[in-house]
Nanobody, 116 residues
Framework: QVRLMESGGGLVQPGGSLRLSCAAS????????MGWYRQAPGKQRELVAK???????EYVDSVKGRFTISRDNAKNTVYLQMNSLKPEDTAVYYC??????????WGQGTQVTVSS
């Protein structure tokens, strides 16, 4: 069984920064892609950023230049550095990890609120 533990959400003023972390633990053989999604009230969950095992990244257009995704394979952890945060970034952020045997797994979600 693979477990995901997210941390790093919170309340921040517009223009501020937050760093999200998602650590995988348990019966891990190999982790392929890792990513972050978000879901705002009344909206569908959307992909924010994704990083492959080959460290290729992709971002939704609205966060390009502001967010950076990275991973530490030794720690089975994915990070999302969020800078220049805007009120429209307010959402619950979920990590998604594709483990070789377990398949795609979701974290429990962490709330990010950008407000003055």
């Amino acid at each position: 069984q693979v477990r995901l533990m997210e941390s790093g959400g919170g309340l921040v003023q517009p223009g501020g920064s937050l760093r999200l972390s998602c650590a995988a633990s348990g019966s891990i053989f190999k982790i392929n892609a890792m990513g972050w999604y978000r879901q705002a009230p009344g909206k569908q969950r959307e992909l924010v950023a994704k990083i492959t095992i080959g460290v290729r990244t992709e971002y939704v257009d609205s966060v390009k230049g502001r967010f950076t995704i990275s991973r530490d394979n030794a720690k089975n952890t994915v990070y999302l550095q969020m800078n220049s945060l805007k009120p429209e970034d307010t959402a619950v952020y979920y990590c998604n990890v594709d483990e070789y045997y377990a398949g795609p797994l979701w974290g429990q979600g962490t709330q990010v609120t950008v407000s003055s």
